[in-house]
Structures are given as structure tokens and as C-alpha cells.
């Protein structure tokens, strides 16, 4: 089970840090670092999008154009939890933000939690 917090009401260039954890530093009994990690976002009737990915060890990181400069995704996977920091929010990024959990062809997602930049 993967279980995002850390959403919240921020004020236009404001920062949030979203965590998402594992519980017991596993995804359906496999280990959370064989597990690659993302932060996606979805907002009302449109398509859910990439933000941020790091690879299972934390040595590959990419972000969506959107997000570079200001997001940072990182990993801890002793504690089983990857984290978005995220910076210099704009009200665009108003919206709700899930973390996925991938493995080969298997899928994982959070319940997701909200953000909302007040401008």
C-alpha cells in the first residue's frame, strides 16, 4: 500500500513536500527499492500526467518539463518512501497528485493528495 501525504494550501511561490510510503518498506511483499518510483498529477477531466521519476536505486531522475528547476523527487528506501519537493508552486499546479510504483509490467498508485496554489 502506498500512502501519499503532504498536500496542502500554499500561497503562489510557496513550497510543499509531498512523501508517499510503502507500508512495511513493501509493495504486495517485493521490497520498496526494486520498485522505481514516480509522481504523476491529474486534474478534473483531464488525462493524468508525469512529473517526476527516479529509478530504484535514486541514480536516474527525470521530470516533465513543467516541473524541472523547481521539483525534486528523492528516495529513501530504508524508510521505504520517496519524496516531491516541491518549490515555486504556481496555481497551475492546483491539483491532485498521486505517486506510482512500478516494477516490470506492474503498476502501483496511491490515493492521492491534494494540492492547491492560491495565487
Known amino acids: 500500500q502506498l500512502v501519499e501525504s503532504g498536500g496542502g494550501l500554499v500561497q503562489a511561490g510557496g513550497s510543499l513536500r509531498l512523501s508517499c510510503v510503502a507500508s512495511g518498506r513493501t509493495i504486495t511483499g517485493r521490497t520498496f527499492s526494486t520498485y522505481h518510483m514516480g509522481w504523476f498529477r491529474q486534474a478534473p477531466g483531464k488525462e493524468r500526467e508525469p512529473v517526476a521519476y527516479i529509478s530504484w536505486s535514486g541514480g536516474v531522475t527525470n521530470y516533465a518539463d513543467s516541473a524541472k528547476g523547481r521539483f525534486t523527487i528523492s528516495r529513501d528506501n530504508a524508510k521505504g518512501t520517496v519524496y516531491l519537493q516541491m518549490n515555486s508552486l504556481e496555481p497551475e499546479d492546483t491539483t491532485v497528485y498521486y505517486c506510482?510504483?512500478?516494477?516490470?509490467?506492474?503498476?502501483?498508485w496511491g490515493q492521492g493528495t491534494q494540492v492547491t496554489v492560491s495565487s
Open positions: 506510482n510504483a512500478k516494477r516490470f509490467s506492474f503498476v502501483y
